[in-house]
């Protein structure tokens, strides 16, 4: 069983910044990727960035250039770091994990609004 907390969510101006993160606990020895996904209204979820175990990192186009995933291993959390944000950032962000044998695992979700 995994849960994953997610954190750091907010009001935010287009332009601004803001930090997510990801708390994992559980039995995550076993994690294949790590990462996180949005939802924006009438919208299907759609990838963001993701960690894979091995180091390798993936974004969606949209996130290129402007989020960084990262990841602290002592602390069991993924950060995403989202810059230069725009009104189509906004969305409910959803941490995600999935396990060696395809399991998923999803967090609560934390909102991000940018508006001004």
């Known amino acids: 069983q995994v849960q994953l907390v997610e954190s750091g969510g907010g009001l935010v101006q287009p332009g601004g910044s803001l930090r997510l993160s990801c708390a994992a606990s559980?039995?995550?020895?076993?994690?294949?990727?790590m990462g996180w996904y949005r939802q924006a209204p009438e919208k299907e979820r759609e990838l963001v960035a993701r960690?894979?175990?091995?180091?390798?990192?993936d974004y969606a186009d949209s996130a290129k250039g402007r989020f960084t995933i990262s990841r602290d291993n002592a602390q069991n959390t993924v950060y995403l770091q989202m810059n230069s944000l725009k009104p189509e950032d906004t969305a409910v962000y959803y941490c995600?994990?999935?396990?060696?044998?395809?399991?998923?695992?999803w967090g609560q979700g934390t909102q991000v609004t940018v508006s001004s």
């Open positions: 995600h994990m999935i396990d060696r044998n395809g399991k998923n695992s």
């Open positions: 559980g039995s995550i020895f076993s994690m294949s990727a």
């Open positions: 960690l894979h175990s091995g180091g390798y990192v």
